[in-house]
């Protein structure tokens, strides 16, 4: 059951949670500022902006739609975008899953909506640290809200300074967004498979760039992951027979 | 109105897939090659987004020239990234080459 703690613990586990966040906090910000700054100059309302940062609460998603509806593309392309880059959240839900599925329905429902990439790591280092607690889901919700409460503030931060210099937008705005995109890829780059995947999916787009639909950047997601696991499945061939030649 | 219908269904669809392990629990069964190709899908989709815009800013031909602020910029930014391993200072080195090049460079 839950419910078995005093609610003085229950409020030391929640702000720990939010507390061990506030790195990610700070990671955070600079992305909520671009993201709104984007809104300001693309095609979207101001409260639009804000609502998909209440609503959807993934960052790079937003990012993506955002982009993508600037070039005028199908709302299906945005929505099968959106389901491809959040597909890994379902690998950090079946990860914590032992942890949380003693909770009630409503509970297990909102730390769902509030799971991040940075909410997962906090909790992932909580739970391989402190095992089976009675507390855990204060601490989780407390990552989570810290999270949603930052990512609307900077959003909102983001979208006041896009409106006040609207002559960002032909400063080049789209080109924050490519160097946050920069900043988010090159740290993965120094793996094989995972450059290997990039240059593919570089490529790809770059020769499809003029298929509709924006078919061209399916392709290069699908392209990218076939190379990247092809490498990586390479590479385990040939440690596994390293490993029985030196046996 | 299209924008904020867009908006709900991207909400609908990221809730539901942040929520749909946590609620069905283990009746939710994952392929073991589905998680390996997911680890692949930032990276192939941020670079996929990025190499156009930074080859073709005009959205037409190839612009392989010095006089390409974005691409000035996005070969700055990936050197501060792979050498410091900081997004923040990553961005803001890219931006100001960029705007360094745009108005000081080329006097746009």
Known sequence: MPHLSSPAKRFSSFSAGARDSLPMLVGAAPFGVIFGALIAAGPLAAWQGQFMSLSVFAGSSQFIAVGLAAAQTGILVIWMATFIVNLRHMLYAATLLPHVSHLPARWRFLLGFLLTDETFAVMNAYYLKHGHTPQGHWYFLGSGLAMYGNWQLWTLIGLVFGEAFPQLQTLGLDFAMVATFIAIVVPQLFRFPQLAAAISAGACAWFLRDLPYKLGLMAAILAGVAVGLGISHWQALRSAAKKGSKA | ?108
């Open chain 2, 1 to 108: 109105m299209m924008y904020t219908l867009m908006i709900v269904g991207m909400a609908l669809i990221t809730v539901f897939i942040k929520a749909a392990i946590f609620m069905l629990g283990d009746r939710a069964a994952f392929p073991i090659w589905l998680k390996e190709a997911l680890a692949f899908v930032p990276v192939t989709v941020l670079t996929a987004i990025i190499v156009p815009m930074v080859l073709a800013p005009h959205g037409k031909g190839l612009e392989l020239t010095w006089r390409n602020p974005q691409l000035i910029a996005a070969i700055a930014a990936v050197v501060v990234c792979a050498t410091t391993r900081r997004q923040l200072l990553t961005i803001m080195v890219g931006l100001a080459v960029f705007f360094a090049w745009q108005f000081g460079v080329l006097g746009k």
